[in-house]
């Protein structure tokens, strides 16, 4: 199992969460993978307690080492301070 954690900021257009909806601002992505090859993307306000599902956030990668790009990509697609 392995965890990885960003800050980012989401700017017009947000993040889209399966529980609250759309969120923007200043937020905190955590992706996590459990071993068997499922990567789940979490995302929350930062310094907030609960945790959103990213509404299509669940991929399956072949070699769990392929979970720091997939973070790292998720971090460039949804950080958009500047809209």
């Known amino acids: ?3 990885y954690s960003s800050p980012l900021t989401a700017g017009q257009g947000g993040v889209m969460t399966e529980e609250a909806g759309v969120i923007t601002g ?3 992505l955590r992706t996590v993978s459990t071993g068997d090859g ?7 306000y930062q ?3 609960e945790w959103y599902r990213v509404r299509g956030g669940a991929c399956k990668i072949v070699d769990d080492r392929d979970h720091a ?3 790292s990509l998720l971090v460039g697609v949804l950080n958009r301070p500047t809209g």
């Open 1 to 3: 199992m392995s965890e």
């Open 69 to 71: 790009a997939v973070h």
């Open 47 to 49: 310094g907030a307690g």
């Open 38 to 44: 499922v990567i789940t993307a979490k995302i929350r």
């Open 26 to 28: 200043d937020l905190e």
